[in-house]
């Protein structure tokens, strides 16, 4: 029977059917770009990483699912970033725990200041509490593709510190808008700068800062060592990362592609960590290399950075970390020392 011959009403039952089947979950491919901010510099290891993780997000979806970067912070602060993907701006980001405390404190028990001692004591709690941090943000609106890491945090300063009284003649830099991190410093004597992380750099040129807390890979990349170019050597705490994506945009990407892109961002995680783990120490010496002066810190100097952060551990519970996580954590760590795990401070 020719086209013609079609009765209307008959074509009008095919439109419906044909609307339908269309609807049907995989009857159509859906294309989705994702955009994807990170403070990380266009052409660090870990910016290139992140290249590489979209360009097999490309191949195992057929060219259904795309990532678009923006790197070195053209977005904002880790802050804005998440402000931003909750408005949709953008859809996801790769942050450190100061963005992801935006979305919930419980990603604080991993950086815990003094708590860790070693790379082996994170990796064991990290595995221990992941699915239950990752639930608490899946239930925020948040899905964790991989957990990440930018190093271990020291202090970087104008002067030399090898012990906390000689932190508190500084002012250091913090981030603004994280108040409860804010109070805890200044209640602990410390004198501290509210400002946004791309306002460092300007804040150590003027003196509004004198000091600032950060993983040496980062100290290197945006260059904030050369103006604070004395560094204690504590490992004070591990600034752990992840690259989330909004839940929305999520369930818009193909079920079937799914698991692939989450394999893949996987592995982009791991490889960002063992660059960030490598590229620490290459880090250092690259910086010493430049007049960085790394503050030798005797065993009394180090009990007292232990005794300092210990002492406010009670006024962290609440504010800075929920009690259930960070009770969690630290009875991970005690046992993880307790079968012969082996700590480096």
Same mark, same amino acid.
């Given at each position: 029977?020719?086209?013609?011959?079609?009765?209307?009403?008959?074509?009008?039952?095919?439109?419906?059917?044909?609307?339908?089947?269309?609807?049907?979950?995989?009857?159509?491919?859906?294309?989705?770009?994702?955009?994807?901010?990170?403070?990380?510099?266009?052409?660090?290891?870990?910016?290139?990483?992140?290249?590489?993780?979209?360009?097999?997000?490309?191949?195992?979806?057929?060219?259904?699912?795309?990532?678009?970067?923006?790197?070195?912070?053209?977005?904002?602060?880790?802050?804005?970033? !998440?402000?931003? !993907?909750?408005?949709?701006?953008?859809?996801?980001? *790769? $942050?450190?725990?100061?963005?992801?405390?935006?979305?919930?404190?419980?990603?604080?028990?991993?950086? $815990?200041?003094?708590?860790?001692?070693?790379?082996?004591?994170?990796?064991?709690?990290?595995?221990?509490?992941?699915?239950?941090?990752?639930?608490?943000?899946?239930?925020?609106?948040?899905?964790?593709?991989?957990?990440?890491?930018?190093?271990?945090?020291?202090?970087?300063?104008?002067?030399?510190?090898?012990?906390?009284?000689?932190?508190?003649?500084?002012?250091?830099?913090?981030?603004?808008?994280?108040?409860?991190?804010?109070?805890?410093?200044?209640?602990?004597?410390?004198?501290?700068?509210?400002? @946004?992380?791309?306002?460092?750099?300007?804040?150590?040129?003027?003196?509004? !800062?004198?000091?600032?807390?950060?993983?040496?890979?980062? @100290?290197?990349?945006?260059?904030?060592?050369?103006?604070?170019?004395?560094?204690?050597?504590?490992?004070?705490?591990?600034? $752990?990362?992840?690259?989330?994506?909004?839940?929305?945009?999520?369930?818009? !990407?193909?079920?079937?592609?799914?698991?692939?892109? #989450?394999?893949?961002?996987?592995? @982009?995680?791991?490889?960002?960590?063992?660059?960030?783990?490598?590229?620490?120490?290459?880090?250092?010496?690259?910086?010493?290399?430049?007049?960085?002066?790394?503050?030798?810190?005797?065993?009394?100097?180090? *009990?007292?950075?232990?005794? @300092?952060?210990?002492?406010?551990?009670?006024?962290?519970?609440?504010?800075?970390?929920?009690?259930?996580?960070?009770?969690?954590? #630290?009875?991970?760590?005690?046992?993880?020392?307790?079968?012969?795990?082996?700590?480096?401070?």
């Amino acid at each position: 029977m020719s086209f013609n011959r079609i009765g209307s009403s008959a074509l009008l039952r095919l439109m419906v059917v044909a609307a339908l089947l269309a609807a049907l979950p995989g009857a159509r491919a859906q294309n989705v770009t994702v955009k994807l901010a990170t403070l990380a510099p266009e052409g660090s290891s870990w910016h290139l990483t992140l290249k590489e993780m979209g360009e097999e997000w490309r191949k195992v979806s057929n060219d259904r699912v795309k990532l678009r970067i923006y790197p070195g912070g053209v977005v904002g602060d880790e802050a804005e970033m !998440i402000s931003k !993907i909750r408005l949709g701006t953008i859809h996801a980001a *790769a $942050v450190t725990t100061m963005g992801l405390a935006e979305i919930d404190r419980g990603v604080q028990a991993l950086c $815990v200041p003094m708590l860790y001692r070693s790379d082996a004591e994170l990796d064991y709690v990290r595995a221990k509490l992941a699915p239950k941090l990752e639930e608490r943000m899946a239930a925020k609106g948040f899905i964790v593709l991989t957990w990440g890491e930018a190093g271990w945090v020291h202090f970087f300063t104008k002067t030399s510190v090898v012990r906390p009284d000689d932190l508190k003649r500084l002012k250091m830099f913090s981030w603004a808008g994280d108040n409860s991190t804010l109070d805890l410093w200044k209640n602990a004597g410390f004198t501290v700068v509210p400002l @946004a992380s791309t306002d460092i750099m300007p804040g150590l040129q003027t003196g509004m !800062i004198t000091a600032f807390a950060t993983a040496p890979v980062a @100290a290197l990349s945006f260059q904030w060592y050369s103006l604070a170019p004395n560094m204690t050597d504590v490992r004070w705490a591990p600034l $752990v990362g992840a690259t989330i994506l909004d839940k929305r945009t999520w369930e818009r !990407i193909p079920a079937d592609a799914r698991d692939a892109i #989450k394999a893949a961002a996987r592995k @982009a995680g791991g490889k960002i960590q063992t660059d960030v783990r490598k590229g620490a120490i290459e880090a250092v010496k690259a910086m010493k290399e430049h007049k960085l002066n790394v503050v030798p810190v005797p065993a009394d100097a180090l *009990a007292a950075w232990r005794s @300092a952060a210990e002492a406010v551990y009670p006024k962290l519970v609440g504010p800075f970390v929920p009690a259930d996580m960070f009770d969690e954590a #630290k009875k991970l760590v005690e046992e993880f020392r307790a079968k012969g795990g082996a700590g480096a401070n």
